[in-house]
Nanobody, 119 residues
Framework: VQLQASGGGLVQSGGSLRLSCVVSRFTLAIGWFRQAPGKEREGVSCIDSGHNSWTYADSVKGRFTISRDDVKNTVYLEMTSLNPEDTAIYYC????????????????WGQGTLVTVSS
């Protein structure tokens, strides 16, 4: 399984970005994780093959939305009202069956895309 994340960049506080993750095998649960400098990788959000979604990071609830396009084999993370605390490398990952907030539950990882939010 291969995953390709893209869409990161530099944005001002209050701005928006949309991350994309193209997945070679799409009958999987796809999660977004992020890792800020000096911090552990944390689960942000996840969506399964039935389009059921979960948001795990309290700090992004109401601001980030996960979705998937089954035709394009792509999962998106729409991020709004960004603030400097959202600065991190964002990774997409895949696992069979159900979503999970734990990074150790995911078998396949993309390379990450850097999001930098300036104040």
């Amino acid at each position: 399984v291969q995953l390709q994340a893209s869409g990161g960049g530099l944005v001002q506080s209050g701005g928006s970005l949309r991350l994309s993750c193209v997945v070679s095998r799409f009958t999987l649960a796809i999660g977004w994780f992020r890792q800020a400098p000096g911090k552990e990788r944390e689960g942000v959000s996840c969506i399964d093959s039935g389009h059921n979604s979960w948001t795990y990071a309290d700090s992004v609830k109401g601001r980030f939305t996960i979705s998937r396009d089954d035709v394009k084999n792509t999962v998106y993370l729409e991020m709004t009202s960004l603030n400097p605390e959202d600065t991190a490398i964002y990774y997409c990952a895949a696992r069979a069956f159900r979503c999970s907030a734990s990074r150790t539950a995911f078998n396949y990882w993309g390379q990450g895309t850097l999001v930098t939010v300036s104040s």
